[in-house]
């Protein structure tokens, strides 16, 4: 079973995968967050600005979705790791948000092995340390 070992606020915390089914049910709650920011990201480019009302729009659109993406991202990386969970109130005070979203990084990496299977399929040794 491979853990990642992150940083935030100056302390290291060890983060262990989920078993199978808590892993899908979190992988699960990041449909929505994760549709809604990619939903806006592919219509930029097709949105016209050409009077106030539809710059207004634009804004109203992208705050709803991407300005509170930090915080559903951070609500993730919780949801994920019991050990960051147990310890919240002390990361959010003295962490950053890039530290937590690096953080996250890791996270989706076991959340998401496909680095393993990769290497598998294509026969090459992953640099990754199992314990």
Known sequence: MRTVTVQLGGQEYTIQPLPMKKAREWRQKLEQPFG????VLETADTIEL???GSIAGVVQTFAGTLLGSVDILLGLLFAYAPTLAADRERIENEAYDEEALG???EVLKIAYPFGTVLGLV??????RSET
């Open 122 to 127: 294509t026969g090459s040794k992953t640099n």
């Open 103 to 105: 953080a996250l990084v």
């Open 36 to 39: 809604a920011m990619v939903k």
């Open 50 to 52: 050409t009077n106030l």
